[in-house]
């Protein structure tokens, strides 16, 4: 059993960790982060800019390439793309596991509407690296609207409260980034 001393030694220690780890700060972002989210998030109320902020600060690319809105774009919407995929594997498996044949084929809607949503951004992207801008603003609204289509499978339904509900803050996700993308890639258009 421990002694009162090495109790006392053992919280001492973690009160210093808890400090340290509270009292460090995080990198700041980027300048050239901020000033596009601010004018994304100008240029449509839709955009969160401290999402924006710190979606692209996570990013290791777009902060080495911070000045640059055309690879700020490219990111944020191959960020949106691999959200929609992971959305769209989450609703195979939840439609694998699924008993009910009416809430199993509004999951495979929605993973049908995920799976979609990923093949236009994923042209979306190609149209930035391009520099095909506009076309590609056209294809992310497009995309954007993949939350809404899947949610009102469901409307109405009884298994609503138990299986979208596992997948809604994914979707919720998926649309602010895709909101983001689409934000910066108007600004560059």
């Known amino acids: 059993m421990a002694t009162h ?34 004018g994304a998030a100008s240029r449509d109320s839709a955009v969160d800019y401290a999402h924006c902020v710190s979606s692209l600060s996570s990013d290791p690319q777009s902060r080495r390439d911070a000045a640059d809105m055309h690879a700020l774009a490219a990111a944020v919407t191959r960020m949106a793309i691999e959200h929609a995929a992971a959305t769209e594997e989450r609703f195979d498996g939840l439609g694998e596991a699924e008993e009910s044949p009416r809430a199993r084929a509004r999951l495979g809607h ?78 560059i258009a």
Not at 23 to 37: D, L, V, W
Request: proline content about 3%; some cysteine; hydrophobic content about 45%.
């Open 110 to 187: 929605c993973l049908e509407v995920y799976g979609a949503a990923a093949d236009v951004l994923r042209d979306a992207l190609d149209n930035i690296r391009a520099r095909v801008y506009g076309r590609a603003v056209e294809q992310i609204a497009a995309a954007l609207g993949a939350a809404e289509r899947c949610e009102d499978a469901w409307k109405g339904e009884e298994e609503q409260r138990n299986v979208p509900a596992v997948a809604t803050e994914h979707d919720r996700e998926y649309g602010r980034l895709a909101t983001v993308a689409l934000g910066l890639t108007a600004g």
């Open 5 to 38: 001393q090495e109790l006392n030694r053992s919280f001492m220690a973690a009160a210093v960790v808890l400090l340290l780890a509270t009292t460090a700060r995080a990198e700041p972002a980027p300048a050239g982060i901020e000033e596009a989210c601010r």
